[in-house]
T-cell receptor, first 109, second 113 residues
């Protein structure tokens, strides 16, 4: 079956750096997405990786290794507003999105 | 710019009742989706539509139906609601850009008693 694994919850300190990992086993691969979802709100797009390597966008970076079925989202200079759930999703061979359950990130002052 | 609008925002419904969740987008996106989100689970696809006039079944379609009469509207109907359909429902759309990222509505919280 198809599977996306990410930690359920992580805690980090304001101003620090945190890395959220995502491993996947899917039938085919056509891109990996990271979304941010604040409590009670809709998911919003953060990043997209389809080739191996690092994509940087401001304080957020996303890395992909297709051979390892692995991605991570790196958040730098953490702010309280970064407290949210981070969802990893992979587009499979049928171009359908398979979603992880999300990682709840708690930022402490 | 409204993006995607869902209604109602929240609803409490008696089991056995019929309910339609409305979804409208103003981005002229061809593809639209309905997901449900439950605690501890990833978003699960209920139904999708790649273009007006066509629909398809997702991962958890039983008990739900959709229609796509035009590009903008994609309503989701629960013919006879059951308590297991208590969830948060998100409508989403995607365009034809490089990433095909999804744009989500604000969600409809449905409680079936």
């Amino acid at each position: 079956g198809q599977n996306i694994d990410q930690p359920t919850e992580m805690t980090a300190t304001e101003g620090a750096i945190v890395q959220i990992n995502c491993t996947y086993q899917t039938s085919g691969f056509n891109g990996l997405f990271w979304y941010q979802q604040h409590a009670g709100e809709a998911p919003t797009f953060l990043s997209y990786n389809v080739l191996d390597g690092l994509e940087e966008k401001g304080r957020f970076s996303s890395f992909l290794s297709r051979s390892k079925g692995y991605s991570y989202l790196l958040l730098k200079e953490l702010q309280m507003k970064d407290s949210a759930s981070y969802l990893c999703a992979v587009k499979d061979s049928n171009y359908q999105l398979i979603w992880g359950a999300g990682t709840k990130l708690i930022i402490k002052p | 710019i409204a993006g995607i609008t869902q209604a109602p925002t929240s609803q409490i419904l008696a089991a056995g009742r019929r309910m339609t969740l409305r979804c409208t987008q103003d981005m002229r996106h061809n593809a639209m989706y309905w997901y449900r989100q439950d605690l501890g689970l990833g978003l699960r696809l209920i139904h999708y539509s790649n273009t007006a006039g066509t629909t398809g079944k997702g991962e958890v379609p039983d008990g739900y139906s959709v229609s796509r009469a035009n590009t903008d509207d994609f309503p989701l109907t629960l013919a006879s609601a059951v308590p297991s359909q208590t969830s948060v429902y998100f409508c989403a759309s995607s365009g034809t850009g490089d990433t095909g990222e999804l744009f989500f509505g604000e969600g409809s919280r449905l409680t079936v008693l």
